[in-house]
């Protein structure tokens, strides 16, 4: 398993961008399903124009509408409830907090999937959850929980199942189907699912306006085209345990883009988790 790490760098990059869209459409307010269709459609349109025309057969038929089922329902509960947590939490707490799922991906790896990793690569596997408690650690509304912030952290704790639930399947998806047709199917399911459950309707007080919401749901899916097809083309040749960590660092993108634009405070401990996140790739590459 060699040339796995540029893909999951890349990956880590393109989804941060991504992942910085999910706040502007919460600062926005608007409406989390209506985003989420333009999004899942963006990616299902162009991943399934590249498979048509890459002239792929698909073996399996059953084992991709399996893998992508799966992986629908995970990753679009992930997203919605990713989303939601920001609604009610800092970016600077919710990004971090959410990729603790790669702790999750990691047990499950080494458990299941016999992966070995190296002692530096361990290392650096522990300072990448350093580095997200780091960030994440901050008080809000002076110390006492809010109704809002304890709602967010429910979301949290659903983004985090989901969110490890989707890197399994797409591990399985990347050694065993086409990349874009799994990616076609999965956001294709996703796109029938928010349609299904309303997607055209806005909570109250959210932008009426639906452009907007097109603009941002485009965005996201332009970025998530490239930023998963690099992330499933690192799961096709290096381990599941790294090349999740890796790609879950994303958070620190969106963290340090919602620090230059919304101007959210920058503390000491956000620093130095930023800090050990550079030094935990670092490691992660030996």
Same mark, same amino acid.
């Given at each position: 398993?060699?040339?796995?790490?540029?893909?999951a760098?890349?990956?880590?990059?393109?989804?941060?961008?991504?992942?910085?869209?999910?706040?502007?459409?919460?600062?926005?307010?608007?409406?989390?399903?209506?985003?989420?269709?333009?999004?899942?459609?963006?990616?299902?349109?162009?991943?399934?124009?590249?498979?048509?025309?890459?002239?792929?057969?698909?073996?399996?038929?059953?084992?991709?509408?399996?893998?992508?089922?799966?992986?629908?329902i995970?990753?679009?509960?992930?997203?919605v409830?990713?989303?939601?947590?920001?609604?009610?939490?800092?970016?600077?707490?919710?990004?971090p907090?959410?990729?603790?799922?790669?702790?999750?991906?990691?047990?499950?790896?080494?458990?299941?999937?016999?992966?070995? +990793?190296?002692?530096?690569? !361990?290392?650096?596997? $522990?300072? =990448? %959850?350093?580095?997200? *408690? #780091? &960030?994440? /650690?901050? @008080?809000?509304?002076?110390?006492?929980?809010?109704?809002?912030?304890?709602?967010?952290?429910?979301?949290?704790?659903?983004?985090?199942?989901?969110?490890?639930?989707?890197?399994?399947?797409?591990?399985?998806?990347?050694?065993?189907?086409?990349?874009?047709?799994?990616?076609?199917?999965?956001?294709?399911?996703?796109?029938?699912?928010?349609?299904?459950?309303?997607?055209?309707?806005t909570?109250?007080?959210?932008?009426?306006?639906?452009?907007?919401?097109?603009?941002?749901?485009?965005?996201?899916?332009?970025?998530?085209?490239?930023?998963?097809?690099?992330?499933?083309?690192?799961?096709?040749?290096?381990?599941?345990?790294? +090349?999740?960590?890796?790609? !879950?660092?994303?958070? $620190?993108? =969106? %963290?340090?883009?919602? *620090? #230059? &634009?919304? /101007?959210? @405070?920058?503390?000491?401990?956000?620093?130095v988790?930023?800090?050990?996140?550079?030094?935990?790739?670092?490691?992660?590459?030996?």
């Open positions: 398993m060699t040339g796995w790490f540029p893909y760098v890349s990956a880590l990059f393109l989804m941060g961008a991504q992942r910085f869209l999910y706040k502007v459409a919460a600062e926005q307010g608007r409406a989390t399903p209506r985003i989420t269709l333009w999004f899942m459609a963006t990616v299902t349109l162009i991943s399934g124009a590249a498979f048509l025309g890459s002239g792929v057969t698909i073996a399996d038929a059953r084992f991709l509408l399996a893998v992508g089922l799966a992986n629908s995970a990753f679009l509960t992930a997203t409830s990713h989303m939601e947590a920001l609604k009610r939490l800092p970016a600077g707490i919710a990004y907090l959410i990729r603790l799922d790669a702790v999750l991906v990691v047990v499950i790896s080494l458990l299941f999937f016999q992966e070995r +990793v190296s002692g530096t690569q !361990g290392a650096g596997i $522990v300072l =990448a %959850v350093g580095a997200a *408690l #780091l &960030i994440a /650690r901050q @008080r809000t509304d002076g110390g006492a929980p809010s109704r809002s912030s304890r709602g967010g952290f429910l979301f949290v704790a659903l983004a985090v199942l989901a969110g490890a639930g989707a890197a399994v399947s797409s591990r399985f998806a990347a050694l065993g189907t086409d990349k874009t047709a799994f990616m076609a199917v999965s956001y294709g399911l996703s796109t029938l699912f928010t349609a299904g459950c309303g997607a055209a309707g909570r109250e007080g959210a932008p009426s306006s639906p452009r907007g919401a097109f603009f941002i749901g485009f965005a996201m899916g332009v970025l998530n085209v490239a930023g998963y097809y690099a992330y499933l083309e690192g799961l096709a040749r290096g381990p599941l345990s790294l +090349v999740t960590v890796i790609t !879950g660092m994303h958070f $620190v993108v =969106a %963290v340090v883009l919602s *620090l #230059l &634009i919304y /101007r959210e @405070r920058l503390s000491p401990l956000r620093l988790g930023i800090t050990l996140t550079v030094v935990s790739l670092i490691l992660l590459r030996s």
